[in-house]
């Protein structure tokens, strides 16, 4: 019986203790890629970003997604993937117009993925 | 990852109060809840197995939470009675020193046909060849039965009002002799909660609401 209550107990436990640091790491990593993203935009804003600004917010992509997906399912980071990639193609390319387009769509994504896996009632149903 | 165990709280929560609701006649020998959790643990170990975009964390964390949630039903079990009740259920006596009970056949969603079923499964061919018999909470058939057990294999001729044309047939008992014999009983074929015959003609009938009777009947039928 106390054997019983204490594996339940401390199952419990570790699990509430992962909940809270699974919503903080993903929230922190989003946040990160987010304000990377911003200032992409306004350099796009500008007409100043350039080949290496793209290559180093996709690199930083790239590693955070390694850990990501353990946590996440793989599809959304598929869909941002697909729109990162698309953004720098653009920018190589000098196509600031359209690349702007993409990485707010981007700057959207990473705003509301991180809610999609926090713990609200009409995430839970 | 909170998110996944509280979805699968919700499903848990919702199949055991189905598995409830719908009586002992669909769980087997298990308790509803080990039933609820064998049938989430199969799917739920399957899920991020079959599908590589669902990270395996989720089906860990989902079963994680099913074995929290077994062990706190488990002792919840223990602890409370009343709630041991509202969980596993308790056991219905179906039948009594006055016959089968229509009231605790149908508050499992059983019929008569089905606690003949399961009174064959136990070792008993006829309904009065127990003083009582229950079905336990897990959906198991025990009984008490008589020093002495009839041996014959008897047909059920009406289940709850309705006549059973096929076993009619087998008995060679045609729907006039039932019509009047049923008369004779100064009753309606409605009802009748359950009437069976056996090979020598030996009737066990049972009105709804009164003790059973043991009558006599001309059968013709060979089985």
């Known amino acids: 019986m106390v054997k019983a209550i204490i594996s339940t107990l401390a199952a419990l436990a570790v699990s509430i203790g992962f909940f809270i640091w699974t919503n903080g790491y993903l929230y ?3 946040d990160e890629f987010h304000g990377a ?11 100043t970003a ?7 917010v996709k690199k930083m992509w790239e590693s955070k997604k390694r850990k990501l997906h353990i946590l996440i399912p793989h599809n959304d980071i598929s ?4 729109w990162l990639s698309e953004a720098c193609g653009l920018i190589y390319n000098s196509r600031y117009d359209l690349a702007l387009g993409k990485v707010e769509v981007l700057l959207r994504i990473t705003e509301s993925l991180p809610d ?3 713990l609200k009632l009409e995430n839970v149903f | 990852m909170a998110l996944v165990f509280i979805r699968t709280a919700v499903i848990f929560i919702t199949l055991l109060a189905v598995m409830r609701i719908m009586g002992k006649s669909q769980i087997g020998e298990m308790q509803p809840f080990e039933f609820v959790i064998t049938l989430l643990i199969a799917e739920l170990a399957c899920i991020p197995m079959a599908d590589s975009s669902i990270p395996l964390l989720y089906g ?5 939470a099913i074995f929290i949630l077994h062990q706190t039903v488990w002792l919840l079990d223990l602890w409370f009675m009343p709630l041991k009740t509202v969980i596993c259920g308790k056991p219905s006596l179906v039948i009594t020193r006055d016959g089968v009970d229509g009231y605790q056949l149908r508050k499992n969603n059983l019929d008569v046909s089905d606690l003949i079923e399961s009174m064959r499964t136990a070792g008993y ?6 003083y009582y018999g229950l079905f336990e909470a897990n959906g198991v058939f025990s009984a008490l039965p008589k020093e002495q057990l009839t041996h014959t294999l008897p047909v059920l001729l009406i289940d709850n009002g309705k006549a059973d044309r096929k076993n009619l047939k087998i008995a060679g008992i045609d729907e006039k002799y039932l019509q009047e014999f049923i008369a004779k009983q100064k009753t309606k074929l409605k009802n009748v909660l359950v009437m069976t015959v056996d090979s020598d003609g030996r009737v066990y009938f049972q009105q709804k609401g009164k003790p059973y009777k043991i009558l ?5 039928g060979q089985w």
């Open chain 1, 28 to 30: 922190k990593q989003f």
């Open chain 2, 125 to 130: 061919f006829n309904l009065d060849d127990v």
């Open chain 2, 216 to 220: 006599r009947a001309e059968v013709k």
């Open chain 1, 79 to 82: 869909y941002l993937d697909y």
């Open chain 1, 50 to 56: 350039t080949r290496e600004d793209a290559y180093s």
């Open chain 1, 37 to 47: 993203l911003e200032t992409l935009y306004d350099k796009i804003d500008d007409e």
């Open chain 2, 60 to 64: 860990i964390v989902a079963i994680i």
């Open chain 1, 116 to 118: 999609a896996y926090s």
